[in-house]
């Protein structure tokens, strides 16, 4: 496997694996290299990897105090995004995506949880990965915290009580704030952490697959350097 072909996973708990993000990245012929920091894992390096995903967990961006990996992971994405490296944050990722480019991460209003949709900007609907799935998007919320958008960032994204749900930094720097990656497999694994009343039923879950595959495979062939789109299937 060339250098070209190996990204970074940094995954934060055992319950939110990359998914989707994992079936289309094989599908693009990438090797993973899953980091799993609730096991103790060290925060990767850049140097001979492509890209960098970066996942969610219940953390927040700040609480490096407690999960002092967090500063090493802000400086990490911090120098992918100065290389030009393709970069996907999800969720907490996003948020340590928006720190590290210099934005402020803070509490929201109130937690975001459970299936629903965000709207595409206007810069959302004009973008290479997001634009072509259409407004309103079919996401998965799980968050409590937001952020401001970092300098020159595109805006992406939002939601009723969300302003700020996706962002992209340069041509092939994205944070989601919400879930696109939410195959069966995944969704089984969150279920059991969810709060109480928040249900997964599998008729809306699949309409947020059938979305998310191809968002997916599109940042894929972005990173690759096929702005003009995907070349494998993607989906269901």
Known sequence: MTAARRW??????EYEPPGLIA????????SLEIR??????AVPG???RAGLVVMGGPMGAGDTAEHRYLSDERELIARAVERGLPVLGV???AQ????????EVSRGPDPEVGLGEVQLTAGGRQDPVLGP???PLPVLHWHADTFTLPAGAIHLAASDRY?????????????FQFHVELDRGLAARMDPHLPPGIELPEERRERVERVGGPILDRFFALAAGRPDGPTVPAGR
Do not use: E, K, W
Not at 8 to 13: G, L, M, P, S, T
Not at 36 to 41: F, I, K, L, N, W
Not at 163 to 175: T, W
């Open 91 to 93: 969720c907490l990722g």
């Open 96 to 103: 340590l995506l928006a720190s590290a480019c210099g934005a």
């Open 8 to 13: 970074a996973v940094i995954q934060h708990v």
């Open 46 to 48: 850049l140097d001979s």
């Open 133 to 135: 799935a259409g407004s």
């Open 36 to 41: 799993r920091m609730y096991a103790g894992d």
């Open 23 to 30: 079936t289309l990245a094989d599908r693009h012929g990438l």
């Open 163 to 175: 302003p700020n749900q996706a962002f992209r930094v340069g041509s092939v720097a994205y944070g």
